[in-house]
Protein backbone atom coordinates (compact mmCIF):
# COMPACT_ATOMS: atom_id res chain seq x y z
CA UNK A 1 0.00 0.00 0.00
CA UNK A 2 2.92 2.30 -0.09
CA UNK A 3 2.39 3.95 -3.36
CA UNK A 4 -1.41 4.67 -2.77
CA UNK A 5 -0.68 6.19 0.91
CA UNK A 6 1.80 8.65 -0.77
CA UNK A 7 -0.56 8.79 -3.31
CA UNK A 8 -3.65 9.88 -0.47
CA UNK A 9 -1.05 12.26 1.00
CA UNK A 10 -0.50 14.11 -2.36
CA UNK A 11 -4.27 14.30 -3.29
CA UNK A 12 -5.48 15.72 -0.12
CA UNK A 13 -3.21 18.23 0.13
CA UNK A 14 -3.42 20.17 -3.46
CA UNK A 15 -7.19 20.26 -2.27
CA UNK A 16 -7.97 22.36 0.57
CA UNK A 17 -4.58 21.88 2.09
CA UNK A 18 -3.19 19.04 4.05
CA UNK A 19 -6.21 18.74 6.36
CA UNK A 20 -7.60 15.05 5.64
CA UNK A 21 -10.27 16.31 3.76
CA UNK A 22 -10.29 13.47 0.89
CA UNK A 23 -10.86 10.85 4.10
CA UNK A 24 -14.48 12.82 4.59
CA UNK A 25 -17.37 10.88 3.33
CA UNK A 26 -20.92 12.35 2.17
CA UNK A 27 -22.41 13.63 -1.04
CA UNK A 28 -19.44 16.22 -1.88
CA UNK A 29 -16.84 14.07 -1.34
CA UNK A 30 -13.54 14.41 -2.76
CA UNK A 31 -13.44 10.52 -2.79
CA UNK A 32 -16.06 11.13 -6.09
CA UNK A 33 -13.43 13.23 -7.83
CA UNK A 34 -12.97 11.66 -11.33
CA UNK A 35 -9.26 11.06 -10.27
CA UNK A 36 -10.00 8.83 -6.84
CA UNK A 37 -12.96 7.55 -8.13
CA UNK A 38 -12.60 3.94 -7.84
CA UNK A 39 -8.72 4.65 -8.04
CA UNK A 40 -7.56 6.60 -4.62
CA UNK A 41 -7.19 3.61 -2.20
CA UNK A 42 -5.72 2.93 1.28
CA UNK A 43 -8.60 4.08 3.26
CA UNK A 44 -9.53 1.26 5.47
CA UNK A 45 -5.52 1.36 5.78
CA UNK A 46 -5.86 5.20 7.21
CA UNK A 47 -8.90 3.74 9.92
CA UNK A 48 -6.77 1.23 11.36
CA UNK A 49 -4.06 3.10 11.64
CA UNK A 50 -6.16 5.22 13.44
CA UNK A 51 -8.10 3.45 15.55
CA UNK A 52 -4.80 2.11 16.73
CA UNK A 53 -3.32 5.30 18.00
CA UNK A 54 -6.63 6.29 19.48
CA UNK A 55 -6.88 3.12 21.43
CA UNK A 56 -3.02 3.94 22.94
CA UNK A 57 -3.35 7.19 23.10
CA UNK A 58 -6.75 9.50 22.08
CA UNK A 59 -5.97 12.72 20.30
CA UNK A 60 -2.15 12.21 19.22
CA UNK A 61 -1.00 11.97 15.52
CA UNK A 62 2.51 11.91 14.43
CA UNK A 63 4.97 11.13 11.27
CA UNK A 64 6.49 7.97 10.10
CA UNK A 65 9.61 8.40 8.23
CA UNK A 66 10.57 12.28 8.00
CA UNK A 67 10.00 15.10 10.45
CA UNK A 68 6.74 17.05 9.92
CA UNK A 69 5.19 19.70 12.10
CA UNK A 70 2.84 18.54 14.68
CA UNK A 71 -0.07 19.89 16.11
CA UNK A 72 -2.09 20.27 12.30
CA UNK A 73 -6.06 19.88 12.42
CA UNK A 74 -7.92 18.09 10.56
CA UNK A 75 -10.65 19.93 8.17
CA UNK A 76 -14.80 20.35 8.48
CA UNK A 77 -15.60 20.09 5.19
CA UNK A 78 -14.70 18.44 1.72
CA UNK A 79 -14.18 20.06 -1.72
CA UNK A 80 -15.57 17.80 -4.51
CA UNK A 81 -15.58 20.82 -7.37
CA UNK A 82 -12.05 21.36 -6.46
CA UNK A 83 -10.70 17.90 -6.16
CA UNK A 84 -12.64 17.23 -9.85
CA UNK A 85 -11.13 20.56 -11.78
CA UNK A 86 -8.85 23.21 -10.97
CA UNK A 87 -6.52 21.45 -8.21
CA UNK A 88 -5.33 18.50 -8.83
CA UNK A 89 -2.33 18.11 -11.93
CA UNK A 90 -3.54 15.72 -14.64
CA UNK A 91 -1.22 12.67 -16.12
CA UNK A 92 -3.02 14.67 -19.33
CA UNK A 93 -1.77 18.07 -18.75
CA UNK A 94 1.20 19.40 -20.34
CA UNK A 95 4.07 20.42 -18.21
CA UNK A 96 3.94 24.11 -18.01
CA UNK A 97 -0.14 23.47 -16.72
CA UNK A 98 1.71 20.93 -14.16
CA UNK A 99 3.88 23.54 -12.95
CA UNK A 100 1.23 26.13 -12.76
CA UNK A 101 -0.96 24.20 -10.52
CA UNK A 102 2.64 23.33 -8.03
CA UNK A 103 3.43 27.14 -7.67
CA UNK A 104 -0.44 27.82 -6.79
CA UNK A 105 -0.05 25.68 -3.55
CA UNK A 106 3.80 27.23 -2.77
CA UNK A 107 5.75 24.19 -4.55
CA UNK A 108 8.07 24.57 -7.23
CA UNK A 109 10.19 23.00 -10.16
CA UNK A 110 12.64 20.48 -8.02
CA UNK A 111 8.75 19.97 -5.98
CA UNK A 112 7.51 18.84 -9.77
CA UNK A 113 10.26 16.78 -9.86
CA UNK A 114 10.81 15.08 -6.73
CA UNK A 115 7.53 14.33 -6.09
CA UNK A 116 6.74 12.55 -9.51
CA UNK A 117 9.54 10.37 -8.11
CA UNK A 118 6.83 8.87 -6.20
CA UNK A 119 5.73 6.66 -9.28
CA UNK A 120 9.06 4.50 -8.70
CA UNK A 121 6.43 2.22 -6.70
CA UNK A 122 2.71 1.61 -7.91
CA UNK A 123 0.17 0.92 -10.45
CA UNK A 124 -0.46 2.99 -13.74
CA UNK A 125 -4.37 2.08 -15.02
CA UNK A 126 -5.01 1.93 -18.79
CA UNK A 127 -7.37 4.46 -18.89
CA UNK A 128 -4.33 7.36 -17.95
CA UNK A 129 -2.03 6.37 -20.42
CA UNK A 130 -3.72 4.58 -23.61
CA UNK A 131 -4.26 7.84 -25.29
CA UNK A 132 -0.54 7.32 -25.80
CA UNK A 133 -1.00 4.02 -27.32
CA UNK A 134 -2.83 3.97 -31.19
CA UNK A 135 -3.77 8.10 -31.83
CA UNK A 136 -1.94 9.88 -29.79
CA UNK A 137 -3.16 13.92 -30.11
CA UNK A 138 -5.48 12.42 -33.45
CA UNK A 139 -1.98 12.16 -35.03
CA UNK A 140 -3.09 8.27 -35.86
CA UNK A 141 0.42 7.14 -34.56
CA UNK A 142 1.24 6.51 -30.87
CA UNK A 143 3.23 8.85 -29.07
CA UNK A 144 6.51 9.21 -30.54
CA UNK A 145 8.73 9.30 -26.98
CA UNK A 146 7.80 5.96 -26.24
CA UNK A 147 10.59 3.26 -26.10
CA UNK A 148 9.36 0.65 -29.00
CA UNK A 149 9.34 -2.12 -26.60
CA UNK A 150 7.51 -0.96 -24.21
CA UNK A 151 5.09 0.72 -26.43
CA UNK A 152 4.38 -3.29 -27.66
CA UNK A 153 3.80 -4.57 -24.36
CA UNK A 154 1.37 -1.26 -23.05
CA UNK A 155 -0.87 -1.73 -26.31
CA UNK A 156 -1.01 -5.89 -25.75
CA UNK A 157 -1.76 -5.49 -22.29
CA UNK A 158 -4.16 -2.04 -23.21
CA UNK A 159 -6.08 -2.72 -26.29
CA UNK A 160 -8.27 -0.63 -28.46
CA UNK A 161 -11.93 -0.61 -26.63
CA UNK A 162 -9.96 -2.71 -23.32
CA UNK A 163 -10.29 -2.34 -20.05
CA UNK A 164 -9.24 0.59 -18.43
CA UNK A 165 -8.98 -0.49 -15.47
CA UNK A 166 -6.35 -2.52 -15.98
CA UNK A 167 -2.65 -1.72 -14.59
CA UNK A 168 1.03 -2.12 -15.54
CA UNK A 169 3.51 -0.79 -13.25
CA UNK A 170 4.87 2.76 -13.12
CA UNK A 171 8.42 1.52 -13.00
CA UNK A 172 9.31 -1.33 -14.99
CA UNK A 173 11.47 -3.42 -13.80
CA UNK A 174 11.75 -2.09 -10.53
CA UNK A 175 8.32 -1.73 -9.33
CA UNK A 176 8.16 -2.60 -5.82
CA UNK A 177 11.95 -0.65 -5.03
CA UNK A 178 11.76 3.23 -3.65
CA UNK A 179 14.78 4.01 -5.88
CA UNK A 180 15.81 6.25 -8.61
CA UNK A 181 15.30 3.73 -11.45
CA UNK A 182 12.27 5.50 -12.61
CA UNK A 183 14.41 8.29 -13.59
CA UNK A 184 16.31 6.25 -15.68
CA UNK A 185 13.21 4.64 -17.62
CA UNK A 186 12.67 8.53 -18.69
CA UNK A 187 15.82 9.16 -19.75
CA UNK A 188 14.97 6.10 -21.73
CA UNK A 189 11.44 6.96 -23.19
CA UNK A 190 10.33 4.32 -20.78
CA UNK A 191 7.84 6.74 -18.59
CA UNK A 192 4.23 5.26 -18.09
CA UNK A 193 1.93 8.05 -18.31
CA UNK A 194 2.68 11.04 -20.44
CA UNK A 195 3.00 13.51 -17.66
CA UNK A 196 5.91 11.45 -16.83
CA UNK A 197 7.96 11.70 -19.95
CA UNK A 198 7.57 15.27 -20.60
CA UNK A 199 9.39 15.95 -17.05
CA UNK A 200 12.56 14.85 -19.94
CA UNK A 201 11.21 14.67 -23.12
CA UNK A 202 9.19 17.90 -23.89
CA UNK A 203 10.10 21.46 -25.07
CA UNK A 204 9.24 22.91 -21.81
CA UNK A 205 11.36 20.54 -19.64
CA UNK A 206 14.61 21.45 -21.49
CA UNK A 207 14.43 24.42 -19.12
CA UNK A 208 12.88 23.15 -15.93
CA UNK A 209 12.87 19.85 -15.08
CA UNK A 210 15.36 17.70 -17.28
CA UNK A 211 18.25 18.70 -15.58
CA UNK A 212 17.22 17.08 -12.52
CA UNK A 213 15.58 13.85 -14.05
CA UNK A 214 18.72 13.37 -15.37
CA UNK A 215 20.73 14.56 -11.97
CA UNK A 216 18.35 11.97 -10.24
CA UNK A 217 19.11 9.12 -12.74
CA UNK A 218 22.62 9.14 -11.44
CA UNK A 219 22.28 10.45 -8.07
CA UNK A 220 19.92 8.22 -5.73
CA UNK A 221 21.10 10.23 -2.33
CA UNK A 222 20.02 13.53 -3.41
CA UNK A 223 16.56 12.29 -4.92
CA UNK A 224 15.69 10.83 -1.45
CA UNK A 225 16.53 14.15 -0.10
CA UNK A 226 14.73 16.22 -2.23
CA UNK A 227 12.27 13.74 -2.44
CA UNK A 228 11.99 13.93 1.94
CA UNK A 229 12.03 17.71 1.70
CA UNK A 230 9.26 18.40 -0.74
CA UNK A 231 7.22 15.57 1.11
CA UNK A 232 7.67 18.21 3.95
CA UNK A 233 6.31 21.04 2.22
CA UNK A 234 3.66 19.34 0.42
CA UNK A 235 2.29 18.47 4.36
CA UNK A 236 2.37 21.92 5.41
CA UNK A 237 0.59 23.60 2.71
CA UNK A 238 -2.53 25.21 4.42
CA UNK A 239 -2.40 23.47 7.48
CA UNK A 240 -4.77 23.69 10.33
CA UNK A 241 -3.37 24.64 13.64
CA UNK A 242 -4.73 26.37 16.56
CA UNK A 243 -8.63 26.57 16.99
CA UNK A 244 -9.24 25.89 13.56
CA UNK A 245 -10.40 22.97 12.40
CA UNK A 246 -10.73 20.12 14.44
CA UNK A 247 -9.24 16.32 15.75
CA UNK A 248 -11.44 14.21 13.86
CA UNK A 249 -11.99 11.11 16.32
CA UNK A 250 -13.84 8.78 13.07
CA UNK A 251 -11.62 9.80 9.80
CA UNK A 252 -14.62 9.48 7.38
CA UNK A 253 -17.37 12.15 9.54
CA UNK A 254 -16.77 15.94 11.19
CA UNK A 255 -17.17 15.43 14.65
CA UNK A 256 -20.77 15.81 15.80
Excluded at 24 to 38: C, F, I, V
Excluded at 137 to 150: K, L
Excluded at 250 to 256: F, I, K, L, P, Y
Aim: some cysteine; charged content about 15%; glycine content about 8%.
Amino acid sequence: MAASLIRLHFHDCFVNGCDASLLLDGSDSEKLALANLNSARGFEVVDTIKAAVESQCSGVSGGPTWKVQLGRRDGLVANLTAANTTQLPSPFEGLNSIISKFVAVGLNITDVASLSGAHTIGQAKCATFSNRLFDFGGTGSPDATIETSMLSDLQSICPINGDGNRTTAFDRNSQDLFDNHYFQNLINNRGVLSSDQILYSSDEAASTTKTLVQTYSTNPSLFFTDFANSMIKMGNISPLTGSNGEIRKNCRVANS
